[in-house]
């Protein structure tokens, strides 16, 4: 029940303005000698019994209303209020009604001397927080030696000499009357312990409490003293402090119940609460020490042998507390650690049980963990991987089958932008093995401020597998349905045309069905197999620069038909920009669109498609005045199969796909397909394509002029300011940032000119030359040594030695020299599967500074001439892979290489046809077994020379 | 005077379709070979004015009939059509290089195939 702020003091406040009124008035009264003795001594007995009866009403209704948790002390301090009412009242009835009577010590002092019990028991109970055993004891304590050192006090100011002068008073006497002062000094003691401990709202009725046992002290003290000489006290000022007394006490009670949780902080009075009950030690050792007289008395002596104990019992108590604690504390570090343990212990299974390989990685690319399937993945043990970088070990490929430089390397990429990424294409090496395909999961960790990577990663050997095989099914199976499909076509539409026989109209019509759901089949088979190559990312992409106009016009044109058809008319708006796109695809999406929206137009409506620029993009648009997409079906449409509701299908006609194959055609040219909200009634789709722009910065890899250079530099930060400076003078930068790496980047692409850094880790820069010296591939290529020292001894020739730190226009023109060099040189691509033969062409060309450039496979060859335009082609045609028509049909496909002089070097009789097949420019065929080396090097050589001097690289 | 077309197919139905197609609709003369071998010989013997040829053939492909007539002095101008149920780009611009007059894809509407035809080989119909 909520009680207003203002109702819960009032009560308060009405009855302290009460007890204040009428507390008033008794002085007045006691002061003003007005009446009887008897007249005086009713009142004032009288007020006690009200008091302390209203005490007792008020402690019980604070028990009521109080949470149940907090009634005991107010029954408890109820219950010593009743006991002062009673004995107050029985009082009464001796003092006023029946004085003779009375006896000494009466019914009434049975009362007071119960009040003891109930009022230390509430004091215990009183504070909300719930004391510890330990508190609890030491609140007494503290209570007791303070209560002592009062005794001690007292006993030195008041009682002691008093006592010495009443020698023969009895003995109940003094026992009862010194009872009820002492046992007020006990009480005292533990409330005003208590209330000092107290905070908040406890505070207040804890005061009042200890206020009122005081005042109630007082009053019982005066009375002993007074007594004790014989003097009767009633009617004295001394009645006023028990009816103060029991009028605190039952303010106390009325005091708003405080149901509000302890504030649990660190009280800053602790300390002060600590050291109050060494106060009065002091005060009382500091008495003995000026009079140590007193010590005779064997009383004081008994007192202060009590409060030393007592000191002693509260420091032993706050010890047991201390080691309570500490014990505790220990035990939950135990358990924690324990805890800890066995978390570790289970995320150490995770990653064992793992089938995927997990690594994790610091930010230089360094291996800081590895699990068990990693491990077995890399064909290395753990250790061996904790350590080493994982470029190095991993010798990652991308899907042009080359080597990652590892600039280029996704994870690095991954760790310097924050962001996780997904590569689905890679190739790992295996140690001791094969290359094995990888899907691999790069995040990195770190958050702001990355600190490293864990890249998980799996063998995908099995699942490239099914995906080649689901390829080739799909292909096969398309191709195969077409050839029936070609002579059903091709006889329905025979027998629709009206070319044979006239046909009665039913039978007319029911061809014309058939003719139209063979056009849908045949419609049906080119759009799954797009979808299947768009879904496998498999859709081969023939870009090139086309003004959106062209595009727009193209789509236009080959929908007149069914636009004528449908009595709707095509708009062409307006039309900027240029994308990098393949024409085809592009056309095929645009006429989808307007497929569609022809379709769905109204008779007599119009269809209207644009382009426009905006931002790096250009916007298409095609909108019709049909019955439009409802919102939420604005995702929906570009989904497979998806047609609005069935009704409309059969005018409609589409396979479902149509809005897929667009999506999955504009998403891999890098733009966006939408649904545009505005347009309405009616539909419109926008696309968007990125403009094309090419960069003009980095020269482009079909680039046969351009020259590349490779930097073998194991500081990143001189590869990078070495590869940014010659970027930017045009070259082809490769950087590679050990010897090991550079040999296996210069095996697969013979760069136009190496600058070797001297001091590499593992093999140093001068056993890497010399390994590019003893590889034909590599042996013709220009080497310029960058090092720290002067030219020393140099067991190889290079073309230029430079000096660290690097001047860099020497540097420029140092390798610009070095590669117009090499580039005189002529380059002959030896396709060749057999070892021994292609080693001993390779020399036969390199006695006349030939670069001869070998490849063993057909794939291989491919390879090497899309980056290394060769000048002339000698080529086997039985190959492991191919045989050579494939590859020369490739080559001729190539504008750059499709005038090549080519040297047919093979073990096959070749007729004319197969001549025929083999052209690509100036062309000679020899035999194994007819022709020998040598003859053909000369041959070779003739060919190269008419070329050099008439050629146009 | 009538224009001879050779048509070469390994698939029976495709053949007379295509004869059907192009003696109705264009009133061409159309002759039939089987196999890469029969077109050899029967053009060898009485060279057409242009040859239909299939690309995916058993013994002997497209590309390869095509270039076997281009090697024979005798047929070495007669312009060719390749005929293919392929439809991927990439494959198809493979033969852009050949020399042939064009590609057309099967299956192809039976009406529109003379005009398609004699729009590669620059006939006007």
Redesign the interface.
């Given at each position: 029940m909520v009680v207003s702020a203002k109702s819960e003091w009032g009560l308060f406040r009405a009855a302290a303005i009460a007890c204040a009124v009428a507390g008033a008035a008794l002085a007045v009264f006691g002061v003003v000698d007005v009446g009887s003795e008897v007249a005086t001594r009713a009142v004032a007995d009288g007020s006690f019994v009200v008091f302390s009866t209203f005490a007792a009403l008020a402690c019980f209704r604070a028990a009521r209303l109080a949470v149940v948790r907090r009634r005991l002390p107010w029954w408890l301090l109820g219950g010593a209020a009743t006991c002062y009412a009673v004995g107050n009242a029985i009082w009464f009835y001796y003092q006023v009604l029946s004085p003779d009577t009375q006896t000494f010590p009466g019914p009434a002092d049975v009362f007071f001397v119960l009040v003891v019990p109930f009022a230390v028991g509430a004091m215990l109970t009183l504070p909300s927080r719930p004391l510890s055993p330990a508190a609890r004891a030491r609140a007494v304590s503290d209570g007791l030696i303070v209560g002592a050192a009062l005794l001690f006090l007292s006993w030195i100011l008041v009682v002691g000499p008093l006592f010495g002068q009443l020698g023969e008073v009895s003995r109940t006497y003094l026992t009862v009357y010194s009872y009820y002062p002492l046992t007020d000094i006990v009480v005292i003691s533990i409330a005003s312990g208590l209330a000092v401990r107290a905070t908040g709202r406890e505070r207040l009725p804890m005061l009042l409490v200890a206020a009122g046992f005081v005042a109630i002290a007082c009053a019982d003290t005066g009375i002993s003293y007074l007594a004790l000489q014989g003097k009767d006290a009633a009617g004295s000022g001394l009645d006023l402090g028990w009816t103060f007394g029991y009028m605190l006490l039952g303010l106390a009670a009325l005091t708003p119940a405080w149901n509000e949780s302890v504030d649990d902080r660190v009280d800053p009075r602790a300390l002060v609460r600590e050291v109050l009950p060494y106060v009065p030690v002091g005060i009382i050792l500091l008495v003995t020490a000026f009079e140590p007289g007193r010590l005779s008395d064997k009383v004081l002596v008994g007192i202060l042998a009590a409060v030393l104990v007592l000191l002693v019992i509260r420091h032993m108590l706050t010890l047991a507390d201390n080691i309570r604690l500490t014990g505790g504390l220990e035990d939950l570090v135990r358990e924690r650690t324990h805890e800890l343990e066995q978390l570790t212990h289970r995320h150490k299974s995770i990653l064992d049980g793992a089938g995927d390989g997990i690594v994790g990685l610091d930010r230089s690319g360094q291996v800081t963990f590895a699990n068990p399937a990693a491990a077995a993945l890399l064909g290395r043990s753990g250790d061996e991987l904790v350590g080493s970088s994982f470029h190095e070990i991993t010798r990652p490929r991308g899907t042009d089958a080359n080597l990652v430089p590892v600039d280029l390397d996704p994870i690095a990429a991954a760790m310097s932008e924050g962001q996780a990424r997904v590569v689905a294409d890679g190739t790992f090496h295996r140690s001791a093995s094969a290359d094995f395909p990888v899907e691999l999961t790069i995040s990195p960790v770190g958050g702001d401020r990355v600190t490293g990577a864990v890249v998980m990663f799996r063998d995908v050997t099995e699942r490239r597998a099914v995906d080649r095989m689901k390829d080739e099914f799909v292909?096969v199976v398309s191709?195969e349905l077409?050839?029936?499909?070609?002579?059903?076509?091709?006889?329905l539409?025979?027998l629709q045309?009206g070319?044979?026989r006239d046909v009665e109209p039913k039978a007319q019509r029911m061809v014309h069905i058939a003719v139209d759901s063979?056009d849908r089949l045949?419609r049906l088979i080119?759009d799954i197999?797009d979808v299947e190559r768009i879904a496998a990312g498999k859709l081969?992409l023939?870009r090139e620069m086309l003004p959106a106009g062209d595009l727009l016009d193209r789509a236009v044109g080959e929908m007149r038909g069914l636009a004528a058809q449908n009595h709707v008319r095509v708009e062409r708006g307006v039309a900027d920009g240029t994308v990098d796109a393949?024409a085809?695809r592009l056309v095929q999406t645009v006429a989808n669109l307007l497929s569609n929206a022809i379709k769905f137009s109204p008779s007599g409506g119009t269809v209207l498609v644009s382009a426009v620029e905006r931002g790096n993009d250009v916007l298409f648009s095609v909108s019709d005045e049909g019955v439009g997409i409802p919102a939420d079906h604005h995702e929906a449409v570009f989904g497979r199969f998806a047609q609005l509701d069935g009704s409309d299908t059969r005018e409609q006609q589409g396979s479902g796909l149509g809005l897929a194959i667009c999506r999955g055609i504009v998403e891999q040219h890098g733009g966006r397909i939408w649904v545009s909200g505005d347009s309405v009634p009616g539909t419109t789709i926008c696309f968007t394509l990125p403009k094309g722009e090419r960069a003009a910065v980095a020269p482009s890899y079909d680039d046969p002029s351009v020259a590349t250079v490779l930097v073998c530099e194991d500081d990143a930060d001189t590869r990078a300011v070495i590869g940014e400076l010659l970027a930017a003078h045009g070259y082809r930068v490769v950087g590679a940032a050990s010897g090991e790496e550079a040999l296996a980047l210069a095996a697969e692409n013979p760069p136009d000119a190496v600058l070797m850094d001297l001091t590499l880790p593992g093999i140093d820069g001068w056993a890497t030359v010399g390994a590019l010296r003893s590889l034909d591939l590599t042996r013709h290529v220009p080497v310029l040594i960058v090092s720290g020292t002067d030219p020393g001894r140099a067991p190889v020739d290079v073309e230029a030695w430079l000096t660290k730190p690097l001047d860099l226009s020497g540097l420029l023109s140092a390798v610009g020299a070095a590669v117009a060099d090499g580039a005189a040189r002529p380059r002959v691509l030896v396709v060749e599967d057999d070892p021994a033969l292609a080693q001993v062409l390779a020399a036969l060309f390199a006695k006349h500074g030939v670069k001869a450039v070998h490849a063993s496979t057909a794939t291989g060859a491919l390879r090497l001439s899309r980056d290394l335009a060769p000048d002339l082609l000698l080529l086997d045609l039985l190959l492991p892979d191919s045989d050579g028509f494939a590859l020369v049909?490739?080559f001729?496909?190539d504008p750059r290489l499709?005038r090549v002089p080519l040297v047919v070097y093979s073990a096959l009789e070749l007729d004319?046809?197969?001549?025929?097949?083999l052209r690509l420019g100036p062309s000679e065929f020899f035999t194994k077994t007819r022709t020998n080396p040598e003859d053909v090097e000369r041959q070779v050589m003739e060919l190269l020379d008419t070329m050099i001097v008439g050629a146009v690289r | 005077m009538t224009r001879r077309v050779l048509v070469v197919d390994d698939?029976d139905?495709?053949r007379?379709?295509?004869q059907?197609?192009l003696e109705?609709?264009a009133g061409w003369k159309v002759e039939l070979a089987a196999s890469g071998e029969e077109a050899l010989e029967i053009s060898a013997a009485d060279p057409p004015d242009a040859v239909l040829l299939d690309v995916?053939m058993p013994s002997m492909d497209g590309?390869?009939v095509f270039?076997?007539l281009?090697?024979d002095p005798r047929t070495h101008g007669v312009p060719v059509v390749l005929l293919t149920?392929?439809?991927?780009?990439?494959e198809r611009?493979?033969w852009?290089?050949l020399g042939v007059a064009g590609v057309l894809t099967?299956?192809?509407?039976?009406?529109r195939l003379a005009e398609d035809v004699a729009q590669l080989l620059g006939w006007e119909e």
């Amino acid at each position: 029940m909520v009680v207003s702020a203002k109702s819960e003091w009032g009560l308060f406040r009405a009855a302290a303005i009460a007890c204040a009124v009428a507390g008033a008035a008794l002085a007045v009264f006691g002061v003003v000698d007005v009446g009887s003795e008897v007249a005086t001594r009713a009142v004032a007995d009288g007020s006690f019994v009200v008091f302390s009866t209203f005490a007792a009403l008020a402690c019980f209704r604070a028990a009521r209303l109080a949470v149940v948790r907090r009634r005991l002390p107010w029954w408890l301090l109820g219950g010593a209020a009743t006991c002062y009412a009673v004995g107050n009242a029985i009082w009464f009835y001796y003092q006023v009604l029946s004085p003779d009577t009375q006896t000494f010590p009466g019914p009434a002092d049975v009362f007071f001397v119960l009040v003891v019990p109930f009022a230390v028991g509430a004091m215990l109970t009183l504070p909300s927080r719930p004391l510890s055993p330990a508190a609890r004891a030491r609140a007494v304590s503290d209570g007791l030696i303070v209560g002592a050192a009062l005794l001690f006090l007292s006993w030195i100011l008041v009682v002691g000499p008093l006592f010495g002068q009443l020698g023969e008073v009895s003995r109940t006497y003094l026992t009862v009357y010194s009872y009820y002062p002492l046992t007020d000094i006990v009480v005292i003691s533990i409330a005003s312990g208590l209330a000092v401990r107290a905070t908040g709202r406890e505070r207040l009725p804890m005061l009042l409490v200890a206020a009122g046992f005081v005042a109630i002290a007082c009053a019982d003290t005066g009375i002993s003293y007074l007594a004790l000489q014989g003097k009767d006290a009633a009617g004295s000022g001394l009645d006023l402090g028990w009816t103060f007394g029991y009028m605190l006490l039952g303010l106390a009670a009325l005091t708003p119940a405080w149901n509000e949780s302890v504030d649990d902080r660190v009280d800053p009075r602790a300390l002060v609460r600590e050291v109050l009950p060494y106060v009065p030690v002091g005060i009382i050792l500091l008495v003995t020490a000026f009079e140590p007289g007193r010590l005779s008395d064997k009383v004081l002596v008994g007192i202060l042998a009590a409060v030393l104990v007592l000191l002693v019992i509260r420091h032993m108590l706050t010890l047991a507390d201390n080691i309570r604690l500490t014990g505790g504390l220990e035990d939950l570090v135990r358990e924690r650690t324990h805890e800890l343990e066995q978390l570790t212990h289970r995320h150490k299974s995770i990653l064992d049980g793992a089938g995927d390989g997990i690594v994790g990685l610091d930010r230089s690319g360094q291996v800081t963990f590895a699990n068990p399937a990693a491990a077995a993945l890399l064909g290395r043990s753990g250790d061996e991987l904790v350590g080493s970088s994982f470029h190095e070990i991993t010798r990652p490929r991308g899907t042009d089958a080359n080597l990652v430089p590892v600039d280029l390397d996704p994870i690095a990429a991954a760790m310097s932008e924050g962001q996780a990424r997904v590569v689905a294409d890679g190739t790992f090496h295996r140690s001791a093995s094969a290359d094995f395909p990888v899907e691999l999961t790069i995040s990195p960790v770190g958050g702001d401020r990355v600190t490293g990577a864990v890249v998980m990663f799996r063998d995908v050997t099995e699942r490239r597998a099914v995906d080649r095989m689901k390829d080739e099914f799909v292909s096969v199976v398309s191709h195969e349905l077409r050839t029936p499909l070609t002579s059903l076509r091709g006889a329905l539409g025979l027998l629709q045309g009206g070319l044979l026989r006239d046909v009665e109209p039913k039978a007319q019509r029911m061809v014309h069905i058939a003719v139209d759901s063979t056009d849908r089949l045949i419609r049906l088979i080119n759009d799954i197999l797009d979808v299947e190559r768009i879904a496998a990312g498999k859709l081969s992409l023939h870009r090139e620069m086309l003004p959106a106009g062209d595009l727009l016009d193209r789509a236009v044109g080959e929908m007149r038909g069914l636009a004528a058809q449908n009595h709707v008319r095509v708009e062409r708006g307006v039309a900027d920009g240029t994308v990098d796109a393949d024409a085809d695809r592009l056309v095929q999406t645009v006429a989808n669109l307007l497929s569609n929206a022809i379709k769905f137009s109204p008779s007599g409506g119009t269809v209207l498609v644009s382009a426009v620029e905006r931002g790096n993009d250009v916007l298409f648009s095609v909108s019709d005045e049909g019955v439009g997409i409802p919102a939420d079906h604005h995702e929906a449409v570009f989904g497979r199969f998806a047609q609005l509701d069935g009704s409309d299908t059969r005018e409609q006609q589409g396979s479902g796909l149509g809005l897929a194959i667009c999506r999955g055609i504009v998403e891999q040219h890098g733009g966006r397909i939408w649904v545009s909200g505005d347009s309405v009634p009616g539909t419109t789709i926008c696309f968007t394509l990125p403009k094309g722009e090419r960069a003009a910065v980095a020269p482009s890899y079909d680039d046969p002029s351009v020259a590349t250079v490779l930097v073998c530099e194991d500081d990143a930060d001189t590869r990078a300011v070495i590869g940014e400076l010659l970027a930017a003078h045009g070259y082809r930068v490769v950087g590679a940032a050990s010897g090991e790496e550079a040999l296996a980047l210069a095996a697969e692409n013979p760069p136009d000119a190496v600058l070797m850094d001297l001091t590499l880790p593992g093999i140093d820069g001068w056993a890497t030359v010399g390994a590019l010296r003893s590889l034909d591939l590599t042996r013709h290529v220009p080497v310029l040594i960058v090092s720290g020292t002067d030219p020393g001894r140099a067991p190889v020739d290079v073309e230029a030695w430079l000096t660290k730190p690097l001047d860099l226009s020497g540097l420029l023109s140092a390798v610009g020299a070095a590669v117009a060099d090499g580039a005189a040189r002529p380059r002959v691509l030896v396709v060749e599967d057999d070892p021994a033969l292609a080693q001993v062409l390779a020399a036969l060309f390199a006695k006349h500074g030939v670069k001869a450039v070998h490849a063993s496979t057909a794939t291989g060859a491919l390879r090497l001439s899309r980056d290394l335009a060769p000048d002339l082609l000698l080529l086997d045609l039985l190959l492991p892979d191919s045989d050579g028509f494939a590859l020369v049909d490739w080559f001729r496909e190539d504008p750059r290489l499709c005038r090549v002089p080519l040297v047919v070097y093979s073990a096959l009789e070749l007729d004319d046809a197969e001549k025929a097949r083999l052209r690509l420019g100036p062309s000679e065929f020899f035999t194994k077994t007819r022709t020998n080396p040598e003859d053909v090097e000369r041959q070779v050589m003739e060919l190269l020379d008419t070329m050099i001097v008439g050629a146009v690289r | 005077m009538t224009r001879r077309v050779l048509v070469v197919d390994d698939d029976d139905a495709i053949r007379e379709v295509a004869q059907m197609a192009l003696e109705l609709v264009a009133g061409w003369k159309v002759e039939l070979a089987a196999s890469g071998e029969e077109a050899l010989e029967i053009s060898a013997a009485d060279p057409p004015d242009a040859v239909l040829l299939d690309v995916m053939m058993p013994s002997m492909d497209g590309p390869a009939v095509f270039a076997r007539l281009q090697a024979d002095p005798r047929t070495h101008g007669v312009p060719v059509v390749l005929l293919t149920a392929k439809v991927q780009p990439a494959e198809r611009r493979r033969w852009d290089g050949l020399g042939v007059a064009g590609v057309l894809t099967k299956p192809f509407d039976p009406l529109r195939l003379a005009e398609d035809v004699a729009q590669l080989l620059g006939w006007e119909e």
